[in-house]
T-cell receptor, first 117, second 112 residues
Framework: GAGVSQSPRYKVAKRGQDVALRCDPISGHVSLFWYQQALGQGPEFLTYFQNEAQLDKSGLPSDRFFAERPEGSVSTLKIQRTQQEDSAVYLC???????????????FGEGSWLTVV | GNSVTQMEGPVTLSEEAFLTINCTYTATGYPSLFWYVQYPGEGLQLLLKATKADDKGSNKGFEATYRKETTSFHLEKGSVQVSDSAVYFCALSSNTGNQFYFGTGTSLTVIP
């Protein structure tokens, strides 16, 4: 597609509920990232995929967070047993090649705004 | 390790004023540097980038020069407009990491 697409844009979940957030990256992009952005803060890294391989999940805050990209394209971020501190914007981003390749640029979706009540 | 530090906000300027938002970085390897802008309710959009020392990135009247000697990538604009009101993020990508590293953001409000 033309840009990174995320759904749902807005999600209100009751505490303890499971949620799934979807990301459609730009077609042909090898790298896919998930970031978490709290109100008034910068994006915080959650996890990174190169094609279908999850090469880095060091930013996932707990074992309630799980991400997958089974066919190397669409990705899903799942949060189990949501807590109030999970309320944030979840940003998906993709890039043509690996991080660190000179000039490689990351492109963001508009985010999924999660509120846990 | 890799990290980005940018000036605290918020910044409030009158229309047509000069803008500087400071950004310094720490990186291993050879980083590429970026400025992203986030308008209210939207995702981050690439504003400009530079890939090696002394490169200047520019877009929409904004400029930033990659200064290796001072490890800086300050954002400047000669004459801001109300439509420039947004949050600006400095970022880096290094060949020693699996992610793009972001600063905490600087909120800019331009008043008529």
């Amino acid at each position: 597609g033309a840009g990174v697409s995320q759904s749902p844009r807005y999600k209100v979940a009751k505490r303890g509920q499971d949620v799934a957030l979807r990301c459609d990256p730009i077609s042909g992009h090898v790298s896919l990232f998930w970031y978490q952005q709290a109100l008034g803060q910068g994006p915080e890294f959650l996890t990174y995929f190169q094609n279908e391989a999850q090469l880095d999940k060091s930013g996932l805050p707990s074992d309630r967070f799980f991400a997958e990209r089974p066919e190397g394209s669409v990705s899903t971020l799942k949060i189990q047993r949501t807590q109030q501190e999970d309320s944030a914007v979840y940003l998906c981003a993709s890039s043509l090649t690996q991080p660190g390749v000179s000039g490689n640029t990351i492109y963001f979706g508009e985010g999924s705004w999660l509120t846990v009540v | 390790g890799n990290s980005v530090t940018q000036m605290e906000g918020p910044v409030t300027l009158s229309e047509e004023a000069f803008l500087t938002i400071n950004c310094t970085y720490t990186a291993t390897g050879y980083p590429s540097l970026f400025w992203y802008v986030q308008y209210p309710g939207e995702g981050l959009q690439l504003l400009l980038k530079a890939t090696k020392a002394d490169d200047k990135g520019s877009n929409k009247g904004f400029e930033a020069t990659y200064r290796k000697e001072t490890t800086s990538f300050h954002l400047e604009k000669g004459s801001v407009q109300v439509s420039d009101s947004a949050v600006y993020f400095c970022a880096l990508s290094s060949n020693t990491g699996n992610q793009f590293y972001f600063g905490t953001g600087t909120s800019l409000t331009v008043i008529p």
